[in-house]
């Protein structure tokens, strides 16, 4: 089964073929245009630019893609929200005008449970076991989805009726989304795009050495709630002082201020988004932990979670050991992150994941 997967919702036109062969999905085709060079100029996406760009190369894209090619697939698939409206407006005019063309059906598909499905990519979806805890962490949304599946997993038979398992929002944020914050830092400190990976390259070039000390902001340990907005504003508050302290306002921090900084700040963020996933793997009793979204590319998120998990058993088993009864605590869920890094952020194969799953 094929799909002709279109993404239009913020600053990547991007155009994929998928094909599933009902063990695994795979990318026949991937064709992206990344408008990054047009909106760094401006210190962030211009919906403007990112509408007119979409509208420009969208054409080229598909000409790449081939007549051919598109007639071959069974159905398109296409983001529909949330994202910016005038670029979602041109996905929505290219897969019209595809269906007419070609005959095609259209199908839409929420751009979160594309990033979700996003794991399903180059692996044997027969190998990931449910219930899991997914989190969704990027620049406009930050989530956690409880997700049981709702029939015996795929390939059952070609012939797909229902949706195959049902996603649960358990938590979300009430502010700034993990990438969202990670960005407005990264250029607080005057940094351009891609702003939270300058953010990681940094950290990662940090010494053990502690000038800087951000509070977490953990909000009610029963809820998987997260706040980011008061890490931002503590970081500004940092940028503001130093600036006073050495009296300009560029160049404001030495090399190893900033790999101190980046590095506390990202801790900050990513043990919040670490402990409040564990915590809900935990309480649900998941077999799997998914991670999605742009912030899943950062490696110290995945590190911090493997760590946290090895503690959490440890602890448990001991806990066990140490009692009068019992048996050793066996919850001891697979971590999975998306295959490869550009499968983490904004990308057409994930609605077409979604796309053929539905159809
Ligand atoms: O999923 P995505 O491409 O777009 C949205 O749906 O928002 O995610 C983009 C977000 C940006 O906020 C970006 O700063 C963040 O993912 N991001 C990272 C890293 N790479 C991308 N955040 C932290 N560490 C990274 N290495
Ligand atoms: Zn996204």
Known sequence: MKTLAIETSCDD???WIVNFDWTSFTVDK?????????????G??????ASRLHSEK????????WRENIKNVDFISVTTHPGLPWSLVVWETVANLLWEYFNKKVIKINHIVWHVLALLLERNVNEIEFPM???TASGGHNNIYYIRKNMEWLPVSQDIKQWPFTLTKIGQTLDDAAGECFDKVSRMLGWPYPWGLRISQQAALWHPNKEFELHRIWLDNDKFEFSFSGTKAQMNQIIRKQEEKVWRTENIFSEDEIHDIAYEFQESVVEILAKKLIRAAIKYDVKTIWLSGGVSANDRLKEVILELLDNEVRLKNQI???GTAGQLWNFKPKLFTPIKKVYCTDNAAMIWVAGILSN
């Open 58 to 65: 969208i054409i080229a894209v598909l000409t790449e893609i």
């Open 133 to 135: 805890m997914v989190l």
């Open 13 to 15: 036109t991007s155009i």
């Open 30 to 42: 991937l064709l992206a245009y990344s408008q990054v060079r047009e909106h760094n100029e401006f």
């Open 44 to 49: 962030g996406v211009v919906p403007e630019i």
């Open 320 to 322: 066990h050991e140490f």
